[in-house]
């Protein structure tokens, strides 16, 4: 486990758990297939408004919350190349902004040498899930990877959640386990621009 997080002392009752690598790629993907369904040019994914969306399908509602953002990396990627702002030691980690919902701090962390990004997603989602105080936790992680998603649904089945709302993202509806789902899609399309009206036939 990445020592700084381990030491991390005060969690607040909103966490949002991403493996931003996952979400980096998945934004890249859209924005090529739409581009080309479209007929324009879309921009990078305004990371603001994407947490935004995450909070509220995760249940947050306007006011004074505190939303936790934590972004698993690999070592060889200090940037998310399809977001803005996106470099993870300049733009994002120890950085907070806020608007309507709250105030949203966000920090990147990176595995250990030789340790696996989708093993650490699933070390730091145990140590969230163990935390008492958090009442909201939305959990982004690399779905699509058969034995990453069979972890956090396992991990998810031992928490202790009659106090915590989980919700987990993923780009298609997946086997479900005791949590919420939602489709990741939809927030990334509101962060890149993408307006429904545009994709209809």
Not at 32 to 56: H, S, T, Y
Not at 97 to 111: R, S, V
Not at 141 to 156: G, H, M
């Amino acid at each position: 486990m990445n020592n700084e997080l381990n030491n991390e002392v005060k969690w607040s009752d909103n966490v949002v758990l991403v493996d931003a690598d996952y979400v980096d790629t998945v934004a890249f993907n859209l924005i090529v297939n739409f581009e080309r369904m479209i007929g324009r040019r879309i921009p990078q994914a305004d990371i603001a408004k994407w947490l935004d969306c995450v909070a509220l399908d995760g249940g947050v509602r306007e006011g004074e919350n505190e939303i936790q953002v934590i972004l698993i990396h690999q070592k060889d990627q200090q940037q998310m190349k399809n977001f803005v702002p996106g470099n993870y030691a300049n733009d994002l980690s120890e950085k907070a902004f806020k608007d309507h919902l709250g105030e949203f701090t966000i920090n990147a962390y990176q595995p250990e040498e030789f340790a696996k990004t989708g093993d650490f997603f699933c070390e730091v989602l145990e140590l969230v899930c163990a935390q008492k105080n958090i009442k909201r936790l939305m959990v982004i992680p690399n779905a699509e990877d058969a034995s990453i998603y069979n972890k956090v649904r396992e991990t998810l089945r031992h928490a202790d959640d009659d106090d915590k709302r989980i919700t987990v993202f993923s780009m298609q509806p997946q086997a479900g386990g005791n949590y919420r789902q939602e489709i990741l899609g939809y927030s990334l399309m509101a962060a890149l621009g993408i307006k429904a009206d545009e994709i209809k036939d």
